[in-house]
């Protein structure tokens, strides 16, 4: 499937994993648009200079183009114009972690860092260590880490240190985004009650780390 595609439209480009995996894969020679409803900087600027497309607003339009994959942001909700043009068109989507999984993670050493708090801090001094000794991994990071001034990174190291977010992953996908990193390693901070929008109680929480 991976080698059919050649044209990629994101769903709400401007968030910064979304940003930072449209660059990436427009580095990897990709045609990439996208479009999101509130297009200003810093986002907007980083992606024109990476000489990406992007639509401001929602509309079925933005999909005239026909791209190979669709990318449905998690904050795309149905009744989203772009969204509801994917389905009823047919079109191959997928949600940023399984676009990750299938175009970045799989075939490394992936190591997940989740927990309800801290994981922006383990995950930003796990790569400073793996950076430090050399190994050059990738990362993508919920945050700016000041050692690297980007929250993502992507490498020819076999390692991959990344987030892992127990929040659901798109409105055709209830799973917790983290099941989707193919974890050699998970590294677990700690676990409360939390997003109580998604989750009914601890139980339900807990149910998620284990599936992860």
């Not at 929602?58 to 114009?81: C, F, K, M, T, W």
Request: a negative charge; aromatic letters at 12%; proline letters at 4%.
């Amino acid at each position: 499937m991976i080698s059919q595609i050649r044209s990629v439209h994101f769903v709400g480009i401007c968030g910064t994993a979304m940003a930072s995996a449209a660059a990436a894969m427009h580095e990897r020679g990709f045609r990439v648009t996208g479009s999101d409803q509130n297009v200003y900087p810093p986002m907007s600027t980083f992606l024109a200079s990476r000489q990406i497309e992007v639509m401001s607003g929602y509309a079925e339009a933005n999909l005239a183009h026909q791209p190979d994959l669709v990318v449905i942001g998690n904050a795309i909700s149905r009744g989203n114009p772009e969204a509801e043009a994917a389905l009823a068109q047919r079109l191959r989507y997928c949600s940023l972690p399984e676009l990750l999984k299938e175009f970045f993670i799989r075939g490394k050493r992936s190591l997940v860092i989740c927990g309800t708090h801290g994981k922006t801090t383990t995950t930003s001094l796990l790569a400073w260590v793996f950076e430090h000794n050399g190994f050059h991994p990738s990362y993508l990071i919920g945050g700016i880490p000041r050692n690297f001034g980007q929250g993502a990174r992507f490498t020819d190291s076999e390692w991959f240190i990344i987030e892992g977010d127990e929040y659901d992953t798109a409105f055709f996908d209830k799973r917790s985004k983290f099941v989707h990193y193919l974890p050699e390693v998970a590294i677990i901070n700690n676990l409360e009650f939390d997003h109580a929008d998604i989750f009914e109680n601890l139980p339900a929480v807990q149910l998620a780390f284990r599936r992860l």
